[in-house]
């Protein structure tokens, strides 16, 4: 399964993919960190909804993470498209076959493929927060936010809990993705899926029908980014996506074992 | 059979059925090792198929197969010593030649050190750092060869090698053909150049609508086919002279550019030379050929449009 991985990342390391998604991820990471320091002062605020942080709370130690948390869901959605492309183009490109014939045991590519991405998403999540971390520093001073207890054991402590949420969120929908790509085969397909899902068929669920917000996947991986809330607790959210990511991913891997590669 | 007896390849009753309709229906055939064998039949004869099967790619519905020794349904015991290339050249566009060699090796487990000598090997040495979306359709091919390659398998396996190759590329594959066999591997190869075929395989698995139609040795197939005998007076004016004489004697004639052929047994050729003499006719030429492997498919498949 090694020499799976080892494959994988060659073709995740190629520059068109590297660079853009460290492009796509850094510019996320900067435009939401840069907003919440910009836009302090602004009355239509300068975190999500519309909600306004200040200085003081920006002070604390939690506020080292604030950037890096809203940029959260976005890193996800990218890992989701990446995920869902990398895994559907093997059967659109036709390459599958080329991988079988080189590995036949399907659940090592499977496995090898799921790691190698998980790296991937590792690096994606650790740029976004170093940069967010960054700027935040930087932006700090012109917002009159003091920056005392960012260096703090209780901020890193902070920090260190963000990055594994975020990390374990962004992996909740990367794993969607993958499933949706190997359920659908069509990058297109599948990233239009997952994406419009997500984003926005979620939401209107959840605005409709407020019951259906603890139960929908998107929302639970979510909210594990952002350590859970009292409405919808991080213990739950972990068992909700789990059980989702279970049973589609074993869905999704009982097909890929079985069906025929017949393209 | 070969020297040494064994096979590379042998399907019993090998079957494939979606839906109502069979891809491939009890197709038994054998290669023998170290042999090159061709596998003809027109499009969407079952040819992609069996290879798929024999490939572990799709599942038989029915029969069995060994590939190399092995059960198709233990790929994973011979695939390491076969190479392959399925349905034409599939590899990722953005990677260059070279990377996507590098990703197929790390997944083998072949020595990376490989891929330059195989990029050299199919004259893509300097083009190897090219992305495979800026290449040709014969440099794409020829990337596909090189990854087949790659194993150094003792069982190669190529449908369509050829397509999109200039006359000097399909030179070159032939020769690679050539020596590999010469090495002791056996190629099991595909191709709609009959011609290339015939002048490559000693044997030849040929189907037709999911059947196989024939299994066996190249020279065995064509020397059962009825020759024609080609006979062509030296006046055109005798002509319907001769056609008249020789149908009278019960022969079947047409008429080619102002020569007769006939389909007979070769032994046939001296009568017919006689018949022309006794009445009159002096044969300016008077030959015997046998059917080429692509009058031979047309006249076995009966595609002959």
């Given at each position: ?263 | ?125 300097e083009r190897g750092g090219s992305k495979f979306k800026t ?44 020596d590999l066999a010469n090495s002791g591997t056996t190629v ?118």
């Open positions: 399964m090694i020499r799976v991985v080892i494959a994988e990342l060659r073709k995740l390391r190629r520059p068109s993919l590297l660079l853009g998604t460290i492009a796509t991820v850094g510019g996320l990471s900067a435009l939401f960190t840069s907003i919440v320091f910009l836009m302090i002062d602004s009355e239509d605020g300068n975190t999500k909804r519309g909600e306004s942080i200040g200085p003081k709370e920006l002070s604390e130690a939690l506020g080292l993470v604030y950037g890096f948390k809203l940029v959260g869901v976005f890193l996800g959605v990218v890992a989701l498209c990446i995920f869902a492309s990398q895994t559907a183009q093997e059967y659109s490109l036709g390459t599958l076959r080329n991988l079988l014939v080189r590995q036949p045991s399907r659940m090592k590519i499977l496995a090898g493929k799921f790691i190698a991405m998980k790296l991937f998403a590792l690096v994606m999540v650790l740029f976004a927060g170093a940069l967010s971390i960054a700027i935040s520093h930087a932006l700090a001073g012109r917002a009159k936010v003091d920056t005392t207890a960012w260096g703090t054991s209780a901020a890193m402590h902070i920090l260190f809990e963000s990055a594994l949420n975020i990390f374990l969120a962004t992996l909740c929908y990367g794993t969607f993705g993958m499933i949706l790509g190997l359920l659908f085969r069509s990058p297109i397909s599948a990233i239009a899926v997952g994406v419009l899902w997500n984003l926005i068929l979620e939401n209107i669920l959840a605005a409709l029908i407020n019951s259906t917000r603890k139960w929908l996947p998107g929302i639970n991986f979510a909210n594990l980014g952002e350590g859970g809330y009292p409405g919808l607790t991080y213990k739950h959210s972990i068992a909700v996506s789990l059980g989702y990511l279970i049973i589609g991913g074993a869905l999704a891997a009982v097909l890929f074992k079985k069906r025929d590669v017949a393209n | 059979m070969n020297k040494t007896g064994t096979v590379a390849i042998s399907a019993s009753d090998l079957t494939k059925i979606y839906g109502e309709r069979a891809a491939l229906s009890h197709g038994s055939f054998v290669v023998p090792s170290g042999s090159i064998c061709g596998f003809v039949g027109p499009n969407g004869s079952g040819k992609t198929t069996t290879i798929r099967m024999l490939l572990g790619l799709i599942t038989p519905s029915g029969g069995s197969a060994t590939v190399l020794g092995e059960s198709i349904k233990h790929p994973e015991k011979y695939l390491p010593r076969v190479g392959a290339m399925i349905e034409g050249p599939a590899f990722y566009p953005a990677l260059s030649g070279r990377e996507n060699l590098k990703v197929l090796a790390e997944l083998g487990g072949f020595p990376l050190a490989r891929v330059d000598e195989l990029l050299g090997k199919v004259d893509l040495a290449y040709s359709l014969g440099m794409k091919q020829r990337l596909g060869i090189a990854a087949a390659l790659l194993p150094n398998p003792e069982l190669l396996i190529l449908d369509e090698p050829t397509n999109g190759l200039d006359p000097s590329g399909i030179q070159e594959v032939r020769g690679i053909i050539r099991f190869v595909s191709s709609h150049i009959l011609s290339e075929l015939e002048m490559i395989c000693e044997y030849l698995v040929m189907l037709r609508e999911g059947k196989v139609i024939f299994s066996g040795r190249t020279q065995e197939l064509l020397s059962a086919q009825k020759p024609i005998i080609i006979a062509r007076p030296e006046y055109e004016v005798d002509l319907a002279k001769l056609v008249n004489t020789l149908s009278e004697a019960g022969y079947q004639i047409t008429i080619v550019d102002g020569a007769l052929q006939i389909a007979a047994a070769k032994e046939a050729s001296a009568e017919i030379n006689r018949l022309a003499f006794d009445s009159g006719i002096t044969l300016s030429s008077i030959s015997v050929v046998l059917p080429t492997l692509e009058e031979t498919f047309f006249e076995m498949t009966g595609d002959n449009k």
